[in-house]
């Protein structure tokens, strides 16, 4: 174990973190692979509220466990950045991707979600990671 800082290597949208709740393989295996390399998965706050909401906060321990995990770093937006993110939430639909893109973008990684179309204007649809399971 290592007292290094992680690297950012992929920020997790609402898609994700259901999808994760509901036991994803591809989304587990990719953040312990993360994991592995000493990488950082951030969660963007709006995104945790979003899928606790879908979820019915039926699946609670699950959240809890992901929000746990040494290689997840759950973030807010700096509210300097409202004006950026309703631009954004008038690209991408929903104030969840919004903050997911943000992040995305500040970190320059990805967003891991079920549907890459949602991203498609922001950065050409290019800063996204789709997974299917």
């Known amino acids: 174990m290592t007292d290094e800082p992680r690297t950012v290597r992929l920020v997790i949208d609402t898609s994700a973190v259901v999808a994760w709740t509901r036991g994803s393989l591809a989304v587990g295996e990719l953040i312990a692979e993360i994991d592995d390399e000493h990488g950082a998965v951030v969660l963007p706050l709006p995104c945790l509220i979003e899928a606790a909401h879908l979820t019915g906060l039926l699946e609670q321990l699950r959240l809890d466990a992901l929000i746990a995990h040494r290689a997840v770093y759950l973030l807010s937006d700096d509210p300097q950045d409202w004006q950026a ?10 104030p969840d991707r919004a903050s997911a893109a943000m992040l995305a973008l500040d970190a320059n990684v990805d967003v891991l979600t079920r549907d890459a179309t949602w991203y498609t204007p922001v950065a050409g649809g290019k800063a996204t990671l789709e997974f299917n399971d």
């Open 85 to 94: 993110l309703a631009t954004l939430r008038g690209l991408v639909g929903t």
